[in-house]
């Protein structure tokens, strides 16, 4: 217990200078919490509504998927969610991935390791930190697994991905991420980031994984968009 012991005081002196606030509504909270009392109880959870296998609001399991299953914990179409999630790749502030992890983590078996969705060197050194190795970093000590560093990587692009359809999407993330020689073989992998989408990003980052050996992904996201499948119908 005494790394948790001198964690918990860094965190308690850090509250002092730096006040701890809730992700999502922006009120100042007690020093160990990572979430308002308000938010907690008054969030949709995911988890309990999605499928999962796909992750998806509405099912959409298919062949192609290379994760075995997915969970999220929230839902981004919710504004004070997508702000909360917006906050965090600005910012880098952990009480997003901590309050993920926790709801997450019900649902969560041991691992072999947990990677998170990497990002460009460039990009990773203009903003500081990577979102969601930060909660790779969370999930990772609360299953008391390794994070997994330098197991795949993302080149640097100008364009952002939300600019482009689900079809392009596919077709550039082939060439945008690549896996390193690491051996993952017969390891259950945790594969994480902040946000699915149309699950691009995380289904290309998963194929690698496997294709490194991995017997088993499973993905976890601090939100997943819940309207975005029922609205591409249309
Ligand atoms: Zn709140
Ligand atoms: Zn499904």
Redesign the pocket.
């Given at each position: 217990m005494p790394k948790t012991f001198l964690k918990s005081c860094k965190v308690w002196i850090l509250d002092i200078l730096f006040p701890n606030r809730?992700?999502?509504?922006?009120?100042i909270?007690r020093w160990d919490k990572s979430?308002?009392?308000?938010?907690?109880h008054g969030l949709d959870i995911a988890c309990e509504q999605i499928c999962h296998k796909c992750g998806n609001y509405n099912c959409s399991c298919n062949d192609d998927n290379c994760y075995d299953n997915a969970f999220a914990a929230l839902f981004f179409d919710d504004e004070?969610v997508s702000n909360a999630v917006y906050d965090f790749k600005r910012t880098g502030m952990s009480n997003l991935a901590e309050y993920t992890s926790e709801i997450v983590g019900k649902y969560l078996e041991k691992a072999d390791l947990v990677v998170g969705v990497p990002m460009g060197k460039r990009k990773k050194r203009n903003r500081g930190h990577n979102q969601a190795e930060i909660l790779a970093k969370c999930i990772g000590e609360r299953l008391d697994t390794a994070v997994g560093k330098n197991i795949l990587y993302k080149i640097d692009t100008k364009e952002e991905q939300h600019h482009f359809s689900e079809e392009e999407r596919k077709e550039r993330v082939k060439s945008l991420f690549y896996g390193s020689d690491t051996d993952l073989s017969g390891k259950t992998i945790i594969l994480c980031d902040d946000v699915m989408t149309t699950g691009a990003t995380i289904n290309r980052c998963a194929e690698l994984l496997k294709e490194m050996g991995a017997k088993k992904v499973i993905v976890c996201v601090c939100a997943v968009t819940k309207l975005y499948k029922s609205q591409r119908e249309g």
């Open positions: 809730c992700p999502f509504c922006n009120e909270i979430v308002c009392e308000d938010c907690e004070k």
